[in-house]
């Protein structure tokens, strides 16, 4: 395959440093990654699209093959209106693994074309999660190597 571009789909509520160190991963081997972050309207996030948009544009600078897109819908809709070949999707622990593999596998039922990528974030990610962070965060606790400092402030100052 050449040229391949990869999406990165997710809620990203916020953006972690889990994510990033995926982000990270994927950029390397994919020529494009597309982060994009489903507009969901039956959860009821604690970041809007427009600040999570805004977020994760900021934090991913770093990496010029990177770009953060929104959408709504069926994934692999979504996947073929961009051209992309690949999903990335990370997996921390075996507990994501039964949850992951049937989205893969429906995903690819309803469009076979589009293959999904399984990667591991470091180990020191392997239990950190949006959800986590949000409590924490509204608990007052330490976010210290949770999240990116850009994000801790926001995090701040949305829960004060
Ligand atoms: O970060 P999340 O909440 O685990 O991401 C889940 C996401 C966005 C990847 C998943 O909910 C999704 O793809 N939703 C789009 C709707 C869709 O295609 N559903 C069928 C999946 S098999």
């Known amino acids: 395959m050449k040229n391949v571009l990869a999406i990165y789909p ?8 889990g994510h990033l160190d995926l982000i990270d991963r994927g ?3 994919f ?15 604690l970041f809007t699209l427009e600040e999570r948009v805004e977020m994760l ?12 897109d929104v959408f709504s819908g069926l994934l692999v809709e ?12 990370g997996i921390r622990a075996v507990s994501d693994y039964e949850y992951e593999l049937q989205m893969a596998m429906m995903n690819r039922k309803l469009n076979p074309n ?22 924490i965060a509204q608990l007052g606790g330490p976010m210290t190597g949770l999240v990116p400092p850009a994000v801790e402030q926001r995090l701040r100052a949305k829960v004060l």
């Open 78 to 89: 979504y996947a073929q209106l961009r051209d992309a070949n690949v999903i990335l999707r």
């Open 27 to 29: 950029a390397k081997i």
């Open 114 to 135: 589009l293959e999904t990528v399984f990667m591991m974030p470091a180990v020191a990610y392997s239990f950190l999660s949006s959800r986590l962070v949000r409590e």
């Open 10 to 17: 997710g809620s990203f509520d916020p953006v972690t440093n």
């Open 31 to 45: 020529d494009r990654l597309t982060v994009s972050i489903l507009r969901n309207l039956d959860k009821d996030p």
């Open 57 to 68: 544009r900021e934090v991913t600078q770093p990496w010029p093959n990177v770009e953060v």
